[in-house]
């Protein structure tokens, strides 16, 4: 029974990641990687949007030329 809510609460955990890093990933695009407005749409602080890019691994696309 502790097993199955444990494992419940992971797959919790990795869903709300997901869905975490998918509305990132779609409030970067909308701004264009702009960080300073990613982060005030959010509500949080450059740092903090600077962990999260990190947390999840994302890049800015790079231009090509």
Request: hydrophobic share 35%; no cysteine.
């Amino acid at each position: 029974e502790i097993i199955e809510g444990v494992k419940k609460q992971a797959r919790t955990s990795a869903k709300d990641s997901t869905d975490e890093s998918s509305e990132l990933k779609l409030i970067l695009q909308q701004t264009g990687w702009n960080k300073a407005k990613t982060a005030r749409l959010m509500g949080i602080s450059r740092p903090t949007l600077y962990l999260m890019i990190k947390k999840h691994g994302l890049s800015a696309p790079t231009e090509k030329v």
